[in-house]
């Protein structure tokens, strides 16, 4: 029988990453649970790909940046119904070509949703939205009180 020796810093290499992965997997659950969200609202297959977003506050107005590489502007669609933003839309998947084989399959593609709560001081009448390269810009301005 032979010994090996322990060294914790080995243990330890992967420990940041599976953190991280676990963090991202528990935001998921909890942003979908808080949201009323079921298996049935949203299918399995369009949970499968979620644009990332990045939400900033600034005095006027609140941020929003999508990343949405790969998809249409008609295939978006942006919603605002008490106090829940909603951008909802489709990342077509392109079509294979005859003669061509496929090695490996990362991107996502398929339906997504995101729904963020917004403060009521948002003015949902003003919202404006645009789309270039492949990002999605929407501000959301404050009501003159909240400013």
């Known amino acids: 029988m032979s010994l090996i020796r ?11 990453s599976d953190i991280v992965s676990m963090q991202r997997e528990m935001n998921r ?4 649970f808080f949201r ?3 298996d049935e609202d949203f299918p399995l297959a369009a949970s499968s790909w979620r644009p990332a977003v990045d939400i900033t506050e600034e005095d006027a107005a609140f941020l929003v940046k999508m990343e949405l590489p790969g998809v249409a502007k008609e295939d978006v669609k942006i919603t605002m119904e008490n106090s829940l933003l909603t951008v909802k839309g489709e990342k077509k998947q392109e079509k294979e ?4 084989n496929v090695h490996r399959v990362e991107r996502g593609y ?3 949703q995101r729904s963020f709560t917004l403060p009521a001081t948002v003015k949902g ?9 492949g990002i999605l810009n929407i501000t959301l ?3 003159e009180e909240a400013k």
């Not at 322990?6 to 940041?16: E, G, I, Q």
């Not at 659950?29 to 979908?32: A, G, K």
């Open 6 to 16: 322990w060294t914790p810093a080995r243990d330890l290499a992967t420990f940041p």
């Open 29 to 32: 659950v909890f942003d979908s």
């Open 36 to 38: 009323g969200e079921t």
């Open 97 to 100: 070509t005859k003669g061509t």
């Open 110 to 112: 398929g339906l997504f």
């Open 125 to 133: 009448e003003r919202i404006e939205a645009s789309f270039r390269d």
């Open 141 to 143: 301005p404050k009501s």
